[in-house]
């Protein structure tokens, strides 16, 4: 396949083997949840790159609770950088990487997983720890497709809903990407949105740091960093750590 220089590419499949998350932990991708992966051209991004895992955190967790507001005992959050929780299980999550092509081009890889017929099993311990899973259907009784028809046959395998979630995600990244190239604003309108919401003063785990320190989210700086209340009552910017 010929692509020109500086492309956006969407790729979507019904189900993944050898799935990656963050620090190379696994991502169960079972067949009936979403699976996207979308090349953006580097070159395109004007706001600050520490702003992006926000931002597509954000286009997720509004995706999420679309599919849910009829739903009122589901709660919707996003977890920094751009995890999305729902009544705080994980239903959503990102993973983006830079790569270049044989060009020379770069890209920003930005992998989306999205729970949407099933919650995989998530270790509780161990190098594979992570946080209790949920999914779309989890959470309601009836589910819409794009066509607001009711999905609630427990024999659906959820494919092609999980599929057109896909690409209706795809497409908001690249409108988002096409707005923020003219748009002042962008990087601020980012951290007061993603600030709505965030579910601060809640207990969060260090994952990655030795003791399993935990902290307590306090609010967002203009670059993206989260600040956050250690156990010995100390402040910190946390820039590239993994939260529980």
């Known amino acids: 396949m010929n692509i020109e220089p500086n492309t956006y590419v969407a790729i979507t499949t019904e189900s993944q083997t050898n799935g990656r998350g963050t620090n190379n932990r696994t991502w169960i991708g079972r067949k009936g949840n979403t699976f996207l992966t979308l090349a953006i051209p580097s070159n395109d991004l004007k706001i600050p790159l520490t702003l992006l895992p926000l931002q597509i955190g954000l286009i997720l967790v509004e995706q999420v609770h679309s599919m849910l507001i009829n739903t009122k005992e589901a709660v919707v959050n996003v977890k920094w950088p751009n995890d999305v929780l729902v009544n705080e299980k994980k239903i959503a999550g990102v993973l983006i990487e830079s790569e270049q092509d044989y060009d020379g081009n770069y890209y920003f890889l930005v992998g989306i997983g999205v729970n949407y017929r099933f919650a995989p099993m998530v270790d509780a311990s161990g190098a594979q720890r992570g946080r209790e899973a949920t999914c779309i259907y989890d959470c309601v ?104």
């Open 141 to 244: 009784s009836s589910v819409k497709d794009n066509n607001d028809n009711d999905i609630d046959n427990d024999d659906n395998d959820g494919v092609e809903e999980a599929k057109a979630l896909g690409i209706k995600i795809a497409n908001d990244i690249k409108a988002w990407m096409e707005l923020q190239k003219s748009w002042d604003g962008a990087a601020d309108s980012i951290v007061t949105r993603w600030e709505n919401w965030a579910d601060f003063g809640t207990k969060l785990t260090l994952r990655d740091e030795p003791g399993n320190e935990i902290v307590i989210p306090l609010g967002l700086e203009k670059d993206g960093r989260l600040r956050v209340k250690g156990q010995n009552g100390k402040e910190r910017l946390l820039c590239f750590d993994y939260l529980l």
